[in-house]
């Protein structure tokens, strides 16, 4: 919980979700987060809900560009530099505008400026992880 805090901290970019604020006692955590009217990608590919837009090919091209960008910020442009390791069309949020917002910073690494390379146990989600 407090890696994930202090992870989507650093990263501010119109790309990523954007922490509002969080809290934790002893018996919850919670983390508030801006309100993404349009859900995620996997659920806007997996339900066909009626009088909703659908995902068309020129909005799937705008998502993955987005998607992206707040990747680029992370890996390159971030310091410190982030790792995501959990890239999923479930944690790829979309706002009012269907702009791409990568989210779920849970399993994300920061990366120490003085290392030459990351080496990383395998993480992310069954089924969503390359097979190499």
Known sequence: FQTE?????LAVHRNLLR???FC??????LLVYPFMPNGSVASRLKDDIHGSPVLDWPRRRKIALGTGRGLLYL???CDPKIIHRDVK??????DEDFEA????FGLAKRLDHRD????????????????D
């Open 24 to 29: 934790s006692t002893e018996n919850e955590r």
């Open 116 to 131: 030459s390379h990351v080496t990383t146990a395998v993480r992310g989600t069954v089924g969503h992880i390359a097979p």
């Open 5 to 9: 805090v202090e992870t989507i901290s």
């Open 19 to 21: 922490l509002c604020g």
């Open 101 to 104: 917002v990568v989210g779920d």
């Open 75 to 77: 890996h390159e442009q």
């Open 89 to 94: 069309a479930a944690n790829i949020l979309l």
